[in-house]
């Protein structure tokens, strides 16, 4: 299966970030689960988006921890992706 044509480095799709996140959290059912993971399978900036949420999300439930730190969320909310422009589907 080929990738999309932007280069590796970047952020996901805009149309496809809140897709990815059901995905990689276990809420998305159905055709919203495939369709977030057959598109992250052709792209490459949403498929690397995708991997790095699921180790993320998998790493906290490991932790345990009662409460996550208030920088980590700050970092999550606010990472790099948010202040750039990603590709609008064609």
């Known amino acids: 299966m080929s990738r999309t044509r932007h280069s590796e480095d970047g ?6 970030e809140a897709l990815l996140n059901q995905a990689a959290d ?3 059912r159905g055709l919203k689960l495939w ?13 690397r988006f995708l991997a790095r949420l ?5 790493k906290l439930r490991s932790a ?3 409460e996550v730190p208030a920088a980590v969320l700050e970092r999550l909310k606010n990472g790099p992706w948010r202040n750039s422009e990603s590709e609008e589907p064609p």
């Open 11 to 16: 952020p996901p799709c805009k149309h496809m």
């Open 35 to 47: 369709y977030a993971t057959a598109h992250a399978a052709r792209c490459s900036r949403c498929g």
């Open 26 to 28: 276990g809420s998305s």
């Open 64 to 66: 345990k921890a009662d």
């Open 54 to 58: 699921r180790e993320t999300i998998g």
